[in-house]
């Protein structure tokens, strides 16, 4: 059987391959060439953790909580290269969720850690 471990270097290399990946990599170069993008970009992700933290926390996130980030974010992604730049970024994010999925639902390790499987 081979080393779990040397699978998961192999599956981080083949990511790193990937065109989503590298598509990610070159959008997020050419942000950081860019002090006034980079900082359009942190302050939106400043605002969306801040929004997740309070949705988290079970505070009230309002309408207008999400309405604001909302015009924000539609106002960064005029930005061609910021849209890029999220685009890329969301759609790594999402390979990346899928990949984790795919392992939890087959080993059920969502029901095994918790202890809640059904029998």
Known sequence: MRNIYDIAYELAAALKESSEFKRF???KE???KDEKLKQMI?????K???LEQKRLKGD?????DVYSLQQLYQIISLNPDIEEYLSAEMMLAKIIADISKIIADSIELK????GFADK
């Open 25 to 27: 990599k070159a959008a």
């Open 30 to 32: 050419k942000i950081e």
């Open 42 to 46: 942190s302050d939106f992700k400043k």
């Open 48 to 50: 969306q953790l801040e």
């Open 60 to 64: 009230e996130v309002t309408s207008s």
């Open 111 to 114: 029901d095994e850690l918790w």
